[in-house]
């Protein structure tokens, strides 16, 4: 049987794979940032990643133009920030956010859908489920007197704010300032927010997805907090639980009333329709107010947005309006003057100079297009990460050695020629790394280091079977030179098989698969067509010129004396037979 084409040029075939070498560290030193450093993952340098799924109303999947808005609004944040190393990517149907060092907080931030309205008070009360302490004291940003705790006067020709236990009055009559918060007893309520005792769920026939769940929550939330029913309302008041997850966060229609929470959780508000959307921001900033000692957010609004601000405060004097940041109350300050002219305000409320800073820098880059939940959130230390990277290291290395070890004693000098092709690989591996992660944003982390490591023993296993054809080759008599070709010929079948089924197993995995697992399908899948490259332009040809060489065809050298004893026997027991 002739060589294998493709094998009868040896010298040719290990100058292609030098030239693909030599493009690849060309890219890797000459584009880019020209660092040789590949991109680690948070487990192996340390940080915070959170992924994120979208929230819709109608419990269907997010479209990818929302979900790119979202990357591109995110990834402004970040900028805005100025935290360097982080990244956004969409996964799926999720977002993933990876953040340096170790501030779980900056990442979730991050993932605000920072939907703001400005809404009118119509009516504030303590929450009567959960409990809760007595209700804050908001201050307006531009006056000095504290808020109102009293439910304001509303403005003419607005519906009289309902008071919960209470009756309706008729024409302009309005509400006593003194009204309290009487017990009522709704209906039962099948859901899970807001709560009532003791809520009541209504099996459904096959059970719900996730999704669907979700979107039951939001839409009997709606039903119940954004009625325009005055003794809807007074139920949903008297129902509010401050103290659970408000399934409405992102979701509330700016069109209708909202019955919601503070921030704090020490006050329900009735809320009017919107007036103002947070779109209508032109800037936003952080900054200490010095004469009351406190971090505040400074807006500067569009034009529309300042005739609207102009509106509501010339409406709203001496009464409260409320900042609403993803369907909470964030601050509700009294308005002491007005109309305020300008298009200028500030937000008030429990700020540290961080969270002050972030809310400004949310606001400013704009509302998520879609609301998220965190699914996973996993925040790892520097130093774990290094001893981390340190274990994958060494784990990388031993299996290299033991590698080597084993084909050195089983295939004498023959196993030099498989730890070169193993270091070619090693070379080509890494070298493609650095550039996915500079192209890509790929990172490599410690399940990535495992597919490594079982890449390492997928190329041993195409030596052995390549070896292992060589001497059945001998075993029937022919030399070390004219078995090479035709155990290559029988060999690389059998590679092929073994690949193509190791790929396919890789790319189902990575398509199926989820965080992690998907870094370790994707470094699976590279070795594995790295191995096919390496086996036909480094280790074939270098088998192809020792087998023309003296020195290797020798039997203390490739260690295939014992397979010539046994051809030799086997050619003398056939003499024999035919002697006869």
């Given at each position: ?119 009118p008070v119509l009516f504030a009360t303590e929450p009567q489920a959960g409990g809760a302490a007595p209700p804050a004291t908001g201050t307006a940003p531009p006056g000095t007197a504290p808020p109102a705790t009293d439910a304001p006067v509303p403005a003419p020709g607005e519906a009289t704010p309902p008071v919960p236990g209470a009756v309706t009055l008729p024409g302009d009559a309005t509400l006593p300032g003194d009204a309290t918060l009487a017990p009522t007893t709704p209906a039962p309520q099948s859901r899970v927010f807001p709560a009532q005792a003791p809520p009541t769920p209504t099996p459904t026939p096959g059970g719900l997805t996730h999704q669907q769940q979700q979107a039951k929550e939001i839409a009997d939330a709606k039903a119940l907090r954004q009625s325009t029913d005055q003794q809807v309302q007074q139920v949903a008041v008297a129902a509010m639980d401050c103290t659970k997850p408000d399934p409405l966060a992102g979701n509330d229609d700016p069109a209708l009333p909202l019955v919601t929470c503070s921030q704090d959780g020490t006050e329900v508000f009735l809320l009017g329709p919107s007036r103002i959307d947070g779109q209508e921001i032109a800037d936003a900033t952080s900054g200490l107010n ?291």
């Amino acid at each position: 049987m002739p060589p294998s084409q493709g094998s009868a040029h040896p010298f040719r075939l290990l100058g292609v794979y030098a030239a693909l070498l030599a493009v690849i560290y060309a890219l890797v030193f000459f584009t880019g940032d020209h660092s040789p450093s590949a991109k680690l993952g948070i487990d192996l340098q340390g940080g915070t990643r959170v992924t994120l799924t979208a929230r819709t109303p109608d419990g269907n999947k997010p479209s990818q133009d929302s979900l790119k808005k979202a990357q591109e609004i995110i990834e402004n944040r970040v900028n805005g920030l100025g935290v360097s190393g982080s990244e956004v990517v969409i996964d799926g149907d999720n977002l993933v956010i990876t953040v340096p060092g170790e501030d779980s907080q900056q990442a979730r931030a991050l993932a605000t859908t920072a939907k703001l309205y400005i809404r009118p008070v119509l009516f504030a009360t303590e929450p009567q489920a959960g409990g809760a302490a007595p209700p804050a004291t908001g201050t307006a940003p531009p006056g000095t007197a504290p808020p109102a705790t009293d439910a304001p006067v509303p403005a003419p020709g607005e519906a009289t704010p309902p008071v919960p236990g209470a009756v309706t009055l008729p024409g302009d009559a309005t509400l006593p300032g003194d009204a309290t918060l009487a017990p009522t007893t709704p209906a039962p309520q099948s859901r899970v927010f807001p709560a009532q005792a003791p809520p009541t769920p209504t099996p459904t026939p096959g059970g719900l997805t996730h999704q669907q769940q979700q979107a039951k929550e939001i839409a009997d939330a709606k039903a119940l907090r954004q009625s325009t029913d005055q003794q809807v309302q007074q139920v949903a008041v008297a129902a509010m639980d401050c103290t659970k997850p408000d399934p409405l966060a992102g979701n509330d229609d700016p069109a209708l009333p909202l019955v919601t929470c503070s921030q704090d959780g020490t006050e329900v508000f009735l809320l009017g329709p919107s007036r103002i959307d947070g779109q209508e921001i032109a800037d936003a900033t952080s900054g200490l107010n010095s004469q009351q000692a406190r971090h505040e957010v400074n807006l500067e609004f569009k034009s529309a947005g300042a005739d609207a601000w102009s509106d509501l405060t010339g409406e709203y004097v001496n009464k409260r309006v409320a900042f609403v940041l993803d369907s909470q109350v964030v601050s509700a300050p009294q308005v002491q003057q007005g109309p305020q002219l300008g298009g200028r305000t500030s937000i008030s409320g429990s700020f540290t100079a961080d969270s002050a800073s972030e809310l400004a820098n949310t606001l400013k880059y704009g509302s998520l297009p879609l609301s998220f939940q965190t699914s996973e959130a996993e925040t790892v230390s520097a130093t774990l990460g290094l001893s981390s990277l340190k274990a994958g290291l060494l784990a990388g290395a031993i299996g290299l050695i033991a590698v080597l070890l084993y084909c050195l004693l089983v295939y004498r000098m023959l196993g030099l020629l498989a730890g070169f092709s193993l270091i070619a690989a090693g070379v080509a591996v890494y070298g493609i790394i650095v550039l996915l992660g500079r192209w890509i944003g790929f990172t490599l982390d410690l399940a990535g280091i495992a597919g490594l490591i079982i890449g390492i023993g997928l190329t041993a296993d195409s030596f052995v079977v390549f070896f292992e054809r060589i001497k059945d080759e001998m075993r029937e008599g022919r030399s070390f030179r004219s078995a090479v070709p035709r155990g290559w010929a029988r060999a690389q079948r059998t590679n092929l098989s073994g690949k193509t089924v190791s790929l396919i197993a890789s790319v189902v995995l990575y398509l199926l698969a989820a965080g992690q697992v998907k870094g370790f399908a994707f470094t699976l899948g590279v070795t594995t067509v790295l191995d096919v490259i390496v086996l036909y332009l480094v280790t074939a040809p270098l088998l192809m010129l020792a087998a023309r060489s003296p020195f290797w065809a020798k039997p203390s050298v490739n260690g295939l004396g014992s397979v010539q004893q046994i051809a030799r026997e086997r050619g003398q027991a056939r003499s024999k037979e035919m002697s006869r």
